[in-house]
Protein backbone atom coordinates (compact mmCIF):
# COMPACT_ATOMS: atom_id res chain seq x y z
CA UNK A 1 0.00 0.00 0.00
CA UNK A 2 1.34 3.48 -1.10
CA UNK A 3 1.23 6.55 1.42
CA UNK A 4 -0.59 8.19 -1.23
CA UNK A 5 -3.68 5.55 -0.76
CA UNK A 6 -2.99 5.53 3.16
CA UNK A 7 -3.94 9.33 3.03
CA UNK A 8 -6.45 9.29 0.13
CA UNK A 9 -9.80 6.89 -0.64
CA UNK A 10 -9.81 6.17 -4.99
CA UNK A 11 -13.00 7.94 -5.40
CA UNK A 12 -15.99 6.05 -7.47
CA UNK A 13 -16.79 8.99 -9.00
CA UNK A 14 -13.82 10.54 -11.34
CA UNK A 15 -12.04 13.48 -9.76
CA UNK A 16 -12.71 15.69 -12.59
CA UNK A 17 -16.44 15.27 -12.36
CA UNK A 18 -16.17 15.66 -8.17
CA UNK A 19 -14.11 18.74 -9.04
CA UNK A 20 -16.75 20.12 -11.36
CA UNK A 21 -19.98 19.49 -9.06
CA UNK A 22 -18.62 21.40 -6.26
CA UNK A 23 -18.02 24.33 -8.10
CA UNK A 24 -21.20 24.27 -9.93
CA UNK A 25 -22.70 24.27 -6.59
CA UNK A 26 -20.53 27.30 -5.11
CA UNK A 27 -21.64 29.01 -8.37
CA UNK A 28 -25.16 28.52 -8.24
CA UNK A 29 -25.07 29.29 -4.88
CA UNK A 30 -23.03 32.53 -5.03
CA UNK A 31 -25.62 33.35 -7.90
CA UNK A 32 -28.91 33.04 -4.80
CA UNK A 33 -26.79 34.59 -2.60
CA UNK A 34 -25.62 37.41 -4.54
CA UNK A 35 -29.33 38.72 -3.83
CA UNK A 36 -28.83 38.62 -0.50
CA UNK A 37 -25.90 40.14 -0.24
CA UNK A 38 -27.20 43.52 -2.69
CA UNK A 39 -29.93 43.77 -0.16
CA UNK A 40 -27.83 43.68 2.92
CA UNK A 41 -29.43 40.43 4.73
CA UNK A 42 -27.54 38.66 7.64
CA UNK A 43 -27.09 36.04 5.04
CA UNK A 44 -25.21 36.84 1.53
CA UNK A 45 -23.14 35.54 -1.05
CA UNK A 46 -20.54 33.28 0.94
CA UNK A 47 -23.25 32.22 3.32
CA UNK A 48 -24.97 30.60 0.90
CA UNK A 49 -21.97 29.34 -1.41
CA UNK A 50 -21.10 27.67 1.63
CA UNK A 51 -24.12 25.81 2.12
CA UNK A 52 -24.47 25.06 -1.69
CA UNK A 53 -20.59 23.47 -1.45
CA UNK A 54 -21.41 21.65 1.81
CA UNK A 55 -24.82 20.24 0.70
CA UNK A 56 -23.29 19.36 -2.79
CA UNK A 57 -20.41 17.79 -0.29
CA UNK A 58 -23.07 15.27 1.79
CA UNK A 59 -24.28 14.45 -1.59
CA UNK A 60 -21.20 13.20 -3.25
CA UNK A 61 -19.65 11.71 -0.38
CA UNK A 62 -23.10 9.38 0.11
CA UNK A 63 -22.73 8.14 -3.51
CA UNK A 64 -19.19 7.38 -3.03
CA UNK A 65 -19.92 5.19 0.53
CA UNK A 66 -23.14 3.49 -1.40
CA UNK A 67 -20.61 2.49 -4.16
CA UNK A 68 -17.81 1.16 -1.56
CA UNK A 69 -20.87 -0.08 0.36
CA UNK A 70 -21.79 -1.56 -3.07
CA UNK A 71 -18.76 -3.65 -3.95
CA UNK A 72 -18.96 -5.73 -0.51
CA UNK A 73 -22.51 -6.15 -0.99
CA UNK A 74 -24.60 -3.93 0.75
CA UNK A 75 -26.48 -1.43 0.17
CA UNK A 76 -27.11 2.31 1.50
CA UNK A 77 -30.26 4.51 1.55
CA UNK A 78 -29.09 7.72 0.10
CA UNK A 79 -32.16 9.58 1.22
CA UNK A 80 -31.21 10.08 4.64
CA UNK A 81 -27.88 11.95 3.46
CA UNK A 82 -31.19 14.75 2.02
CA UNK A 83 -32.74 14.54 5.22
CA UNK A 84 -29.91 15.38 7.15
CA UNK A 85 -28.55 18.44 4.90
CA UNK A 86 -32.43 18.81 4.50
CA UNK A 87 -32.31 19.43 8.59
CA UNK A 88 -28.73 21.10 9.03
CA UNK A 89 -29.82 23.44 6.61
CA UNK A 90 -32.90 24.50 8.17
CA UNK A 91 -31.11 24.79 11.54
CA UNK A 92 -28.96 27.53 10.03
CA UNK A 93 -31.81 29.37 8.29
CA UNK A 94 -34.37 29.28 11.01
CA UNK A 95 -31.13 31.58 12.66
CA UNK A 96 -31.57 34.52 10.02
CA UNK A 97 -35.57 34.36 10.78
CA UNK A 98 -36.00 37.68 13.67
CA UNK A 99 -39.06 37.92 15.25
CA UNK A 100 -39.99 40.84 16.84
CA UNK A 101 -43.40 42.26 18.77
CA UNK A 102 -44.64 44.00 15.20
CA UNK A 103 -43.36 41.74 12.56
CA UNK A 104 -41.27 38.52 11.25
CA UNK A 105 -37.85 39.39 9.09
CA UNK A 106 -35.57 37.44 7.72
CA UNK A 107 -37.82 34.26 5.90
CA UNK A 108 -36.91 35.20 2.41
CA UNK A 109 -33.13 34.53 3.73
CA UNK A 110 -33.68 31.47 5.71
CA UNK A 111 -35.98 29.76 2.71
CA UNK A 112 -32.84 31.15 0.12
CA UNK A 113 -30.43 29.48 2.53
CA UNK A 114 -33.02 26.33 2.30
CA UNK A 115 -33.20 26.59 -1.20
CA UNK A 116 -29.38 26.92 -1.94
CA UNK A 117 -28.80 23.40 -0.04
CA UNK A 118 -31.22 21.83 -2.36
CA UNK A 119 -28.81 22.71 -5.28
CA UNK A 120 -26.06 21.74 -3.71
CA UNK A 121 -27.79 18.54 -3.22
CA UNK A 122 -28.65 18.61 -6.58
CA UNK A 123 -24.84 19.34 -7.75
CA UNK A 124 -23.72 16.62 -5.51
CA UNK A 125 -25.65 14.07 -6.79
CA UNK A 126 -25.01 15.08 -10.96
CA UNK A 127 -28.63 17.10 -11.26
CA UNK A 128 -27.47 20.04 -12.90
CA UNK A 129 -29.91 21.00 -14.96
CA UNK A 130 -32.49 20.72 -11.96
CA UNK A 131 -29.72 23.00 -10.22
CA UNK A 132 -29.12 25.42 -13.09
CA UNK A 133 -33.13 25.44 -13.28
CA UNK A 134 -34.27 26.02 -9.61
CA UNK A 135 -31.46 28.85 -9.40
CA UNK A 136 -32.92 30.42 -12.37
CA UNK A 137 -36.56 30.10 -10.74
CA UNK A 138 -34.77 31.39 -7.53
CA UNK A 139 -33.86 34.92 -9.49
CA UNK A 140 -36.90 35.31 -10.38
CA UNK A 141 -38.28 35.11 -7.29
CA UNK A 142 -35.89 36.76 -6.00
CA UNK A 143 -35.50 39.97 -8.12
CA UNK A 144 -38.92 40.14 -10.18
CA UNK A 145 -41.14 39.36 -8.06
CA UNK A 146 -39.87 41.32 -5.15
CA UNK A 147 -40.83 44.70 -7.76
CA UNK A 148 -44.42 43.24 -7.98
CA UNK A 149 -44.72 42.69 -4.04
CA UNK A 150 -43.57 46.12 -3.71
CA UNK A 151 -46.09 47.03 -6.29
CA UNK A 152 -48.91 45.00 -4.21
CA UNK A 153 -47.92 46.40 -1.15
CA UNK A 154 -45.90 49.22 -0.68
CA UNK A 155 -45.84 50.35 2.79
CA UNK A 156 -44.62 46.73 3.17
CA UNK A 157 -41.84 46.45 1.05
CA UNK A 158 -38.96 48.24 2.73
CA UNK A 159 -39.51 46.60 6.21
CA UNK A 160 -39.47 43.19 4.29
CA UNK A 161 -36.32 41.90 5.60
CA UNK A 162 -33.98 43.46 8.57
CA UNK A 163 -31.15 45.01 6.96
CA UNK A 164 -28.09 44.20 8.87
CA UNK A 165 -24.67 46.57 9.18
CA UNK A 166 -21.44 45.02 8.86
Known sequence: MSTFDLFFIRTALPETEIVVRLIV?????????????VKNRPAGLRTHMLVALA???????????????????????PLRAIEAVTAGVAFLAAGTIIQSRVQISGLTTGASM????????ACGFGFFSIAVLATGLALIVLVALQRLSEKINPTAAPAAETKVKR
Open 25 to 37: SLLLGGVIGFDRE
Open 55 to 77: ASIFSITTLEIIAGLEKTGHTGD
Open 114 to 121: WLAGAVGV
